[in-house]
C-alpha cells in the first residue's frame, strides 16, 4: 500500500480551484515500514522473562519462609532479596536513610538498590521500567489486550461505554479523596478525623462527588476532564507518602526503626502472609481492579500507580523522547490509536508527558519510516528499540549486580533469627496502627 501526503491547500481559494490545486500540486511518495520482527515483539519477550524471575522469586520466597516455619527443617531454598521490590515504602524509606546518613540500610538493603535502578532508569530512559519490566505493567497489558479483542465484538457504542465508565468512576473517586489526602498532607486534619461525625455529615458531598462525572453534559465535562481527575489520584497518594516519609520522618526514628521495631525486620513475610490470607475486603479491591483492566487499558498504572507518578515526573529529565517529523508524518492516527497511556502522539512534536512509558508502540504503529522515532534531545540521535533494551535491561543488571559484588544486596538477617521471628508471627509486636511500630 502506498501512503501519500498532500501539500496544504490554501483555503482562500474557491472550491473547484481548490480541487485544481490538489490535482496539480505534487504529491509525497514515502516508504513503508515492513518488519518480521519489531519493537513490540522484542518488548514482550523481555516482560515474559521478567515475569518469570518473578515468579521464580515469590516462589522461592515461599519455600523459604514454609523451611522457616516448620523450624529449619524440610527442603531449603535461600532467601532471594528480590522479593523486597514488593516493599515499596520500605525502599523509600531506605531512600530516605541513605540521602540522610550516606549507608544502604542493612535489613532491606536489596529494596533500596532496586528501587534507586528504577530511579535511574527514569532519569536515563523515561518510564521504561513501566513498559518493559513492571510484572503488574505486563499482566495489565495481557488484560487489556484480551479485553479488546473481546471489546471488538460489540457494538462500538456499548464499548466505548464500557472503556469509559470506569475512568468517570475513578474521577468520581478522586474528587472525594484527592481532597482529603491534600487536607492530611498540609496537616489540617489527621488519622484521628476520619472518627469525627462531620465525615458522616458529609456523605451527600461524597455523592454528588462520584455522580458529577456522569451526569454533567459531556459538552461542559469532556471525557479529558475525567481523566486528568481520575489520573490525579496517583499523584495525591505519591506526595502523600513523600511527605511522611521523606519529609517528615527523621533519620534518627529509621535508625530506631531498623534497629528496634520487629514489624520492620519481617516485613517481606508478613507482605506474604497479606497476600495469603487476604481480608475480603482486600480481595474485592484487587478483584475489582483486574477486572476494569480488562476494559481500561492500564487503569492501575494510569490512575492509582505512585511510583509510575514519580518514576514519570524523574522522566522530564531524560535525554530521550518519542519524536514526531511532521515533515514525514501522513496524520494517519496510527499512533495515538496504539498508544495504552492515551497519549494524543499524533497531535505532539515531542512526547514529553509524564505518561510516556517508552514502549515503543506508537513507533511501532506508524506506517512511514523515520516519520516517528524515539530520540536524543534536539533530534539528534534515533535511539533503535534494540539499543534502548539493551541500555534499560543492561543498567539494571549492572546496577544490581555491583550491589551484590560490594555486599549490599543480601540482608543482614540471619536464617535463625528468621525462623525464631516466623515462630512467634502472631506476637502484638509484630503488628503496626496507622505506621506505629511496637519496639523491642
Not at 464499548?159 to 465508565?165: A, D, G, P
Request: charged fraction near 20%; glycine fraction near 6%.
Amino acid at each position: 500500500m502506498r501512503y501519500l501526503k498532500e501539500t496544504k491547500q490554501p483555503q482562500s481559494l474557491p472550491a473547484s480551484q481548490q480541487d485544481l490545486y490538489l490535482e496539480t500540486s505534487p504529491k509525497k511518495t514515502v516508504k513503508s515500514k515492513r518488519k518480521r520482527f519489531n519493537s513490540q515483539k522484542l518488548r514482550w519477550a523481555v516482560q515474559i522473562a521478567f515475569f518469570i524471575v518473578v515468579l521464580v522469586i515469590g516462589w522461592q520466597f515461599y519455600t523459604f519462609v514454609k523451611y522457616c516455619e516448620a523450624g529449619g527443617k524440610g527442603f531449603y531454598l535461600p532467601r532471594p532479596p528480590g522479593v523486597e521490590s514488593f516493599l515499596p515504602i520500605s525502599a523509600l524509606m531506605g531512600t530516605k536513610y541513605f540521602f540522610g546518613t550516606g549507608k544502604i540500610n542493612p535489613i532491606h538493603p536489596a529494596g533500596f538498590v532496586i528501587f534507586g535502578t528504577l530511579l535511574l532508569t527514569a532519569f536515563f530512559f523515561r518510564r521504561g521500567f513501566c513498559g518493559w519490566i513492571c510484572p503488574i505493567g505486563t499482566l495489565s497489558e495481557w488484560e487489556w489486550r484480551f479485553g479488546d479483542w473481546f471489546l471488538k465484538k460489540l457494538p462500538q457504542r456499548v464499548s466505548s461505554i464500557m472503556r469509559n465508565v470506569p475512568t468517570a468512576f475513578t474521577a468520581g473517586l478522586s474528587l472525594v479523596f484527592t481532597p482529603i489526602i491534600a487536607l492530611l498532607i498540609v496537616e489540617v486534619i489527621t488519622m484521628e478525623s476520619f472518627k469525627s461525625p462531620l465525615f458522616r455529615y458529609l456523605t451527600p458531598a461524597y455523592v454528588l462527588a462520584m455522580v458529577l462525572p456522569f451526569v454533567i453534559p459531556r459538552k461542559i465535562w469532556p471525557d479529558k476532564v475525567n481523566d486528568i481527575l481520575a489520573r490525579a489520584w496517583k499523584f495525591s497518594i505519591l506526595a502523600f507518602f513523600i511527605h511522611v516519609i521523606i519529609i517528615k520522618m527523621p533519620i534518627a526514628q529509621l535508625e530506631v526503626l531498623y534497629t528496634r521495631a520487629p514489624f520492620v525486620r519481617v516485613a517481606d513475610v508478613k507482605m506474604l502472609k497479606f497476600f495469603m490470607n487476604m481480608s475480603g475486603m482486600a480481595l474485592s479491591v484487587i478483584l475489582t481492579i483486574l477486572v476494569i483492566s480488562l476494559i481500561n487499558k492500564n487503569y492501575w498504572c494510569r490512575f492509582f500507580c505512585p511510583y509510575g507518578a514519580l518514576l514519570g515526573i524523574i522522566g522530564y529529565a531524560s535525554p530521550m523522547r518519542i519524536t514526531r517529523d511532521t515533515g514525514k508524518c501522513i496524520d494517519c492516527g496510527k499512533c495515538t490509536k496504539a498508544c495504552a497511556m492515551h497519549i494524543l502522539v499524533e497531535k505532539k512534536k515531542h512526547v514529553l508527558t509524564h505518561e510516556c512509558v517508552a514502549c515503543y508502540d506508537c513507533v511501532n504503529a506508524c506506517p512511514v519510516n523515520g516519520a516517528l522515532d524515539m530520540k536524543l534531545i534536539g533530534d539528534r540521535k534515533k535511539i533503535h528499540y534494540g539499543l534502548y533494551a539493551i541500555m534499560l535491561v543492561g543498567l539494571y543488571v549492572v546496577v544490581t549486580n555491583t550491589a551484590r559484588a560490594t555486599g549490599h544486596w543480601h540482608t543482614k538477617i540471619s536464617d535463625a533469627e528468621y525462623i525464631m521471628r516466623i515462630s512467634e508471627l502472631n506476637h502484638p509486636k509484630y503488628l503496626h496502627k496507622a505506621g506505629q511500630f511496637e519496639m523491642e
